[in-house]
């Protein structure tokens, strides 16, 4: 099976820009988890996507949004891009039955 | 406090040699525990994942899980030089948003 994709793999933002992250993943499965990694604060969890509804969101501000379509490939969205914002934007996806999330590459956003 | 807390290391140990990593977590909810591996510059790869009491074993590794003292463990044994990574304790509420550790970063030395 092929894995969590992730796109595009490196993006150069200027402050109070947006940016759309695209994920696929791992067929069959539904669930989509997205997370943020810094050297500062590590991992930090996002938001969960399942069957394109939102069931779950991390303490970050209203500029993170997210959506999912009826095919399970996901997006974030960034408005108002600070530079606290660059960071690795990583995907994760897992089968509706198990607990196991896989990561993809993700997406590294420098934000200038 | 930390709600995953790990030792952030190095963790240095001879090739051959049996490595241990360490995590503590607070929430007496959590229900599922993960070990991921993280190399420089890439995304973390699950390595593990125990859910109940006890150990369990997979190859060279075995994961460790006590929920009374909430304390979850790693252990690889016969480490190889291409086991040196930072190594990320995750922990699932049931939420399916997991609460990652700061990792361990190890290395193995030839």
């Known amino acids: 099976k092929a894995g969590v994709t992730q796109t595009p793999r490196y993006l150069i933002k200027t402050r109070g820009q947006q940016v759309t992250l695209s994920c696929s993943p791992i067929s069959g499965h539904r669930s989509v988890s997205w997370y943020q990694q810094t050297p500062g604060q590590g991992l930090q969890f996002l938001f969960e996507y399942f069957s394109e509804t939102q069931r779950n969101k991390g303490n970050f501000p209203g500029r993170f949004s997210g959506r999912q379509f009826s095919n399970s490939r996901s997006e974030m969205n960034v408005s108002t891009l600070e530079l606290g914002d660059s960071a690795l934007y990583l995907c994760?996806?897992?089968?509706?039955?198990?607990?196991?999330?896989?990561f993809g590459p993700g997406t590294r956003l420098t934000v200038t | 406090q930390k709600e995953v807390e790990q030792n952030s290391g190095p963790l240095s140990v001879p090739e051959g040699a049996i490595a241990s990593l360490n995590c503590t977590y607070s929430?007496?909810?959590?229900?599922?525990f993960f070990w991921y591996r993280q190399y420089s510059g890439k995304s973390p790869e699950l390595i593990m994942s125990i859910y109940s009491n006890g150990d369990k074993e997979d190859g060279r590794f075995t994961a460790q899980l006590n929920k009374a003292s909430q304390y979850v463990s790693l252990l690889i044994r016969d480490s190889q030089p291409s086991d040196s990574a930072t190594y990320l304790c995750a922990v699932d509420t049931g939420r399916r948003a997991l609460t990652f550790g700061s990792g361990t970063r190890l290395q193995v030395q030839p």
């Open positions: 994760a996806s897992s089968a509706s039955s198990r607990y196991e999330q896989y």
């Open positions: 929430d007496r909810v959590s229900q599922s």
